[in-house]
């Protein structure tokens, strides 16, 4: 059958028969969702750096900039490439470990598993920086095409010289070699808080790596590492901001040791984390090429700009040792951001990273997450699939102005080694994670598996702890406040932490008996919040389908052998219903009565009748749940 072809056929409009959508329309439509509430706190999201995120984008938000903007041209917001680099970008695998064969082997096992390039620890919880220590642990390795990154802080420069020594030995030639050395003496002094030799020497230790691998197209020299201040609590702008200070800072001692812009920015990589929040993880990304570019730009080497990697991890200070198994989605939506975004490799740390090594099956599932990514998503074979979002081009040009800014206030500072002598960086980054931290303790932000829908118990993991190596003490020859990295769920894990130790101790793990009131209906949506409030702390609740009336609550709480009880139902019946169970329980010999929910106008007559406190959303559970585990102690 042919399909009709003359011109004088009607064309018929997509949206015929449909009314106009306006934005009038649609605020008249919210207003009624939301009951007359006020649209710009219902509807208007911030970020941690007071970004404004719309309910809604539309072609009115369209950045006139990016709509000409092509993927491999300059500002290079939509990538350093102008067509997909095969599948997409590297598989990058984490090592760290003091056993040299246990890491080769795992090393072998990750390669053979679909792991395109590794990661090397050297120091304290990592590889010994001994004399044949990487030809053993790279056995095997074929390092013409596997790339190899070290991290190893202030012995960097030695460890170079091991790794290039090892290229020489297997008769790598220069052009084929491949792979990361990643001096970075700003972020070594920013997380340990000294160096060994004045900072002039080890900024010129590290820029005379530039000369050593200046005729290998395929090493980079320096790291700037934006992971670190992530990982101390900075927001996305401050993580941008010390990255771009960083590389100013590593490009003028460049320049004073005679290696212009030009040639030392292709020496120089970029490693930024990502997180569960993975539309900030693709902005982050692409608005860093757009800054890097601006620097490159303006030190009169824009074209060099294409050359810089970008490299992502995962974001360490998201994962929880508690239900660690929530760590995968975790890792999983930070891995996509990533790939959305552009990055050039990926480390997807394994989900039992925060409680000790690594084994093959957490490894398998770190690098199984980016492999399913590329090769079943195919989130790499389209160069930069966020671009022309009004959302993420609005996102992005947002992040980048405020990252702009912060870093002109680091310069302001003397730049990025004075600021971090004076502390400035630190107090800032302190400031923000605070912030942050109260909105987990609060309730406005989760953590599920650790503040939100916690499980108690075994939870199935066990993992050998990280070895403890204090590094070699030395007297610093410079000294500052260092970062103080922490991850988010640290406050509640402290708490668990102390509800393991004394049910081991005594036997008698923190419980609390609920009385629920009424029918299901009533008390579940109650009950089920304050049962998982508690097991954030690691005491647990004494559930049950509701009872009558005070009486029975009384009776069935003594039945249990319980020193505590939480009155929880719906306001409704604990308006007609709680005074009467506070005084029963209390007859019943509670020494402890709670009660779900705020208490509103009658909290004196509450009081009164015999509870002890009132646990709602939105106070600090951390301190709340702390002082809980006091008094049932």
Known sequence: MTAPTSSDAPVMPLATGFTEATRDAWLALVDKAIKGAEFEKKMIGKTADGLRIEPIYTPADALPHAAGSVPGAAPLTRGTHATPNGLGWDIRQFHAGADVKAINTAILEDLNGGTTSITLLVGPSGLPLTDGVFSKALDGVLLDICPVSLLAGEKTAAAADQLIALWSAKGIAPADRRGHLNADPLGVLATTGNLSTPLDAALAEAIALIGKTKDMPGVTALLTDGNAYHCAGATEAQELAATLATLVAYLRAADKAGIAPADALP?????????????????????????????????????????????????????????????????????????????????????????????????????????????????????????GSWYVEKLTDDLAQKAWSLFQDIEKHGGMAAALQSGYVQAEIAKCAETKAKAIATGRAELTGVSAFPILGDDGIETTPWPQNPPAKATPAITITPLKMARLAEPFETLRDAADARAAKTGKPFAVFLASLGQVVEHNVRSTWIKNYLA?????????????????AASAFKASGLDAACICSSDAVNAEHAEATAKALKAAGAKLVLMAGRPGDREAALKAAGVDQFLFAGADAVATLADLQKKLS
């Open 267 to 387: 020496k120089i990589a970029v490693n930024l984390a990502v997180d569960a929040d993975q539309f900030l993880g693709i902005a982050k990304l692409r608005a860093a090429r757009r800054l890097v570019w601006r620097i490159a730009e303006a030190s009169g080497a824009g074209d060099a700009a294409k050359s810089v990697r970008f490299d992502a991890v995962t974001s360490w200070r998201m994962l929880a040792k508690r239900d660690p198994w929530t760590n995968i989605i975790r890792t999983a939506i930070a891995c996509a951001g990533g790939a959305l975004g552009g990055a050039d490799s990926i480390t997807v740390l394994p989900f039992t990273y925060p409680l000790g090594e690594t084994d093959s099956f957490a490894r398998r599932v770190a690098r199984n997450i980016q492999i399913v990514c590329q090769e079943e998503s195919y989130l790499g074979r389209v160069v930069d699939p966020a671009g």
């Open 536 to 552: 954030a702390g690691g005491i647990a609740a004494n559930m049950s389908d509701g009872y009558p009336n005070a009486d029975a």
